[in-house]
């Protein structure tokens, strides 16, 4: 065996004086091997750091090494066993200040019997000392609680630079930073995961330090050093050998320029408040899991801690970690030491580090840490990702440089920025960190604080030098440029680029009453985020247009909360949705919630795809009314939905798959003479479409249907009958259905399969009210939507005319009568109509447009082939560009104020518009009367 004589170190007073090591045991590969950072000098300091708790000369052996360390006190109080006791509290780092009156108590208590006192390692000391913190801690956390609102979430702070608002909203902020509460532990310490596993059994019964270095199993060579001996130097060289030693006082060693190791000052981190340095819960140090929230959390995940050195690029594989005996040291997997406690100072410093903005080069170098929180890191897109669809959660991924470690300590939590704006230009960021939940140490900081130490870690970590850095002034060109790549872009997000939540909850928590001065006043007061380029109203007209999406009114707002729509977005459903446009305020016409419209899906998930709406004119929300997305009998409407009326000729029986790509089209073809109304591309076939069109523009070349005995006329009741006025006859689309043998994918079933293109409901400019435009090109030929309402009968429709009239609110009705020509008598309650004024779908909200109307209104026939019932499908008839309003001609004669649709002043603004005719004709016939 050769051993090695060691390089005599300095820990303070203690003089290491020899140390020898077992050639044949080199601890780098032996127990400790997995760590290459680790020497025999840092064992030797971990064993000298103990050591000079009993300034005595020992002889220690762990397994085959053996070291000798003498210790010499050679700055002595002036009452040696005072300033001893003053160390060894130091030692566990409890300071002076807070040892000094309890000793003085004990003294008292034990009439100056200093064994007493100094028995197990000052035991009773230590006992007092955490019981006076205790009840300290206790009325201290009172009266903090009594202050404060410990209630998470909601602290808005808002910043108006009108026009251009920015709004900060920092919701419940709040991360894992005990490493920044401690910044004195410079040396990462890595715990085996039987560490981790103790700490619910140390929690549950706090071990005194003295309790906890007893020794519980043997270690090689140090058989002898297992004696019974109750004197404590003895067993503190047995207490050494055993793997699990009390890691506080160890942990609290520090490096020193000098290559020294000496008991930590609090002093390393510059950036940080030295008040947040230390934990004034000592007992709780020493016990380490003193959050119970963390501790629990961390169970066995081993998180990291943050290392100031490596905050400024040194690795902490140098020299000055500290590593416990026996355990297997991973570089990747740097841990903090087990849970450090919490305090409301800490909890302040705390906050920034979860609202830092993201670094984009957190990608590229990944931090050193467990694999859970790189699986976070994972999760977490660096900056303004596009979620899934289109929820954009910008999350602040902390600043890797700087927090490779901080990071991890905020693992299963998430923070998020979010962007959202508004067409007037006001752009909001969200902020959020959801581990603030359920902490009651945690609360709301000051906002300047915040910024003040985001500034400084931008400062100092990321070397911005430039001493004008402003972080207000960064969150302005922020929004800035998110407006500018709003409003730039056509509509498309771009990969990579800032997407938008068109439905943020940071938004939903700010009412609109928040946005009326522009200002909010936080908890902390209102805080303003300038703007370096002010964004007018004006400027961003586009914005709008480009997105597909939504507004945000008061209603709307808190009811999005019960809704469940921030589930929608957390799913990522929000396909179509690119934007957002926040509606400040909504005067919502009734106070009857349930038709009251989700601001991204007017079709509150009835549809196959959601319909956003917008609002980017005024304050309007749109008109109370139930979305549906089939019709339904409201009363009396005789419909026969009745298998047993299908008979084979009004289906296909015999198809199978597509009848689309049969060789001889089917049945249900021979309704359009004998081919199918659609192509295979699911448009409609154009011969067809041509005519339709035809149809609607040129009514009398198609030879309108006049009944003898109106049921319209009919039902008015009248004396005198007035004539018909003429109906259409229409040629009907018969699709497949589920009498038919084709698959439901088949081509011949279009309309029935629902919406499928990109729509959104938006307040017109023309002074329409609400319309109905396209998000994408469409093709010609392509079904939109069908008109749904509630099926009236004529008497009813009458009925409702009536009562609209004295009630002022316009019905929306269409009829069904593309086929009363074909029937001589027909019943009220066979003569249908379709209003949408209560209960419709998202075809309510089409304008209508003289005759050059992009979308043509065609009867399909579905399930009943007696074409009194049947729907009413809206196909385009030409292409139709993105961003269009759609339109259909009403065939309105603006001269019969007596039709059921009530004649409006039309501002189609077609050059074909009758309505405009008519004012001119009867203008010039007023001039030449
Ligand atoms: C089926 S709704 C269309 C949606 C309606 N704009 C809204 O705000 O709910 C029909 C009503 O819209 C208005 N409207 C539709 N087309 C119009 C046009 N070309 N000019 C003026 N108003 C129109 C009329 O008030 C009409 O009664």
Redesign the pocket.
């Given at each position: 065996m050769c051993v090695h004589a060691m390089q005599v170190i300095w820990v303070e007073n203690v003089e290491v004086k020899d140390c020898k090591v077992d050639d044949d045991d080199d601890i780098q590969s032996g127990t400790m091997n997995s760590n290459p950072a680790f020497t025999t000098k840092h064992y030797v300091n971990i064993l000298s750091s103990i050591c000079r708790r009993t300034c005595a000369k020992r002889t220690f052996c762990i397994g085959k090494l053996t070291v000798e360390i003498s210790g010499e006190r050679t700055v002595m109080a002036p009452n040696p066993r005072v300033s001893a006791a003053f160390k060894a509290m130091a030692e566990l780092g409890i300071n002076e200040k807070q040892v000094k009156p309890v000793l003085k108590n004990l003294l008292r208590l034990f009439d100056r019997n200093w064994e007493l006192i100094e028995e197990e390692n000052y035991r009773v000391l230590l006992d007092a000392i955490f019981d006076a913190e205790d009840t300290q801690g206790v009325e201290e956390k009172e009266e903090k609680k009594k202050s404060k609102n410990y209630d998470v979430c909601n602290l808005n702070y808002v910043g108006s630079v009108a026009p251009f608002l920015v709004f900060l909203n920092l919701v419940a902020i709040v991360s894992d930073i005990s490493v920044a509460a401690f910044p004195d532990i410079l040396c990462p310490v890595t715990y085996q995961e039987e560490d981790m596993e103790e700490e619910p059994q140390l929690r549950r019964e706090p071990a005194r330090p003295s309790k906890r270095i007893h020794s519980s199993g043997d270690e090689g060579s140090s058989q002898k050093k297992k004696s019974t001996n109750a004197d404590p130097e003895d067993n503190m060289g047995e207490a050494l050998t055993q793997p699990h030693q009390p890691e506080r006082p160890l942990k609290r060693l520090r490096k020193t320029h000098g290559g020294v190791l000496s008991p930590s000052p609090s002093t390393c981190n510059p950036m940080l408040p030295r008040d947040i340095t230390r934990s004034p819960d000592s007992r709780a140090e020493l016990q380490q899991p003193v959050s119970p929230h963390l501790g629990n959390k961390n169970k066995g995940k081993q998180p990291v801690v943050s290392n100031p050195l490596a905050q400024h690029g040194k690795r902490s594989t140098e020299s000055g970690i500290i590593f416990l005996p026996k355990q297997r040291v991973d570089t990747h997997q740097l841990m903090k030491p087990k849970d450090e406690p919490f305090t409301d100072d800490m909890a302040q410093d705390e906050v920034p580090i979860a609202v830092i903005l993201p670094d984009p080069s957190s990608k590229e170098n990944p931090p050193i840490q467990n694999g859970a929180t790189r699986e976070q890191n994972d999760q977490e897109p660096v900056a303004f990702q596009e979620r899934e669809s289109t929820r954009s959660d910008i999350i602040a991924s902390s600043n890797e440089r700087n927090t490779n470690f901080e990071f991890a300590t905020v693992e299963e939590e998430s923070s998020n920025l979010e962007v959202a704006s508004s067409p007037l230009g006001e752009v909001k960021l969200s902020f959020s960190c959801s581990s603030a939940v359920g902490r009651l140490d945690f609360h709301m900081p000051k906002l300047d604080a915040v910024i003040k130490l985001t500034e400084e870690k931008y400062l100092h970590s990321y070397k911005i030098i430039d001493p004008n850095f402003s972080l207000k002034n960064l969150l302005g060109h922020m929004c800035e440029s998110f407006l500018e790549l709003g409003t730039n872009s056509n509509g498309e997000s771009q990969d990579g680029s800032v997407s938008v939540s068109p439905n943020l909850d940071a938004l939903k928590k700010t009412t609109a009453s928040d946005f009326v001065h522009g200002t909010k006043e936080s908890l902390n007061g209102p805080v303003s985020i300038e703007c370096p380029t002010a964004v007018t109203a004006s400027q961003v007209p586009r914005l709008p247009l480009s997105l597909n999406g939504v507004g945000e009114c008061r209603q709307a707002g808190e009811r999005a909360d019960s809704n469940g729509f921030a589930e929608v977005d957390k799913e990522g459903e929000l396909e179509d949705s690119r934007g957002l446009v926040v509606v400040q305020h909504c005067d919502l016409p009734s106070d009857d919630l349930r038709s009251y419209h989700d601001i991204n899906d007017i079709t509150k998930g009835e549809e196959r795809v959601k319909i956003p709406w917008v609002n980017e004119k005024n304050n309007e929300c749109?008109?109370s009314f139930f979305y549906i997305s089939q019709s339904l009998v409201f009363q009396d409407a005789a419909i026969n939905f009745r298998l047993s009326g299908i008979g084979d000729a009004n289906c296909c029986p015999t198809c199978f798959g597509d009848c689309l790509l049969a060789s001889v089209p089917c049945v249900c073809a021979s309704q359009t003479e004998g081919d199918f109304a659609y192509t295979r591309e699911g448009l409609l076939n154009d011969d067809f479409l041509e005519e339709c069109i035809s149809m609607t523009r040129n009514p009398q070349q198609h030879r309108p249907f006049y009944c003898k005995s109106c049921p319209l006329e009919r039902v008015k009741n009248d004396d005198c009958l007035e004539p018909c006025k003429g109906h259409l006859r229409r040629q009907f689309i018969k699709e497949c259905w589920s009498k038919c043998g084709c698959h439901r994918q088949c081509g011949n079933r279009v309309v029935q399969r629902g919406l499928n293109w990109k729509l959104q409901v938006f307040?017109?400019s023309?002074?329409?009210?609400?319309?109905?435009r396209t998000l994408e090109d469409l093709p010609k030929g392509a079904f939109v939507c069908e008109y749904v309402g509630e099926v009236l009968t004529s008497k009813e429709l009458h009925e409702r005319n009536i009562k609209s009239s004295r009630s002022g609110k316009?019905p929306?009705p269409v009829l069904l009568d593309a086929n009363w020509a074909s029937k001589a008598d027909l019943r009220d309650e066979e003569a249908l109509c379709l209003d949408?004024t209560n209960y419709g779908n998202v075809?309510?909200?089409?304008?209508?447009?003289?005759l050059d109307a992009n979308l043509a209104e065609i009867p399909v026939e579905v399930e009943t082939p007696d074409h009194c019932y049947y729907h009413l499908a809206f196909f385009t008839t030409r292409k139709v560009n993105a961003l269009e309003e759609l339109?259909w001609d009403?065939g309105i004669d603006f001269d019969d104020h007596d039709h059921p649709?009530?004649v409006?002043?039309?501002?189609?603004?077609s050059k074909f518009?009758r309505?405009m005719k008519r004012s001119n004709r009867s203008r010039s016939a007023s001039i030449a009367r």
């Open positions: 749109p008109p307040f017109t023309e002074g329409k009210g609400w319309g109905l316009r929306y949408a075809a309510r909200f089409i304008n209508h447009r003289c339109t009403y649709v009530k409006f002043q039309c501002l189609c603004g518009c309505n």
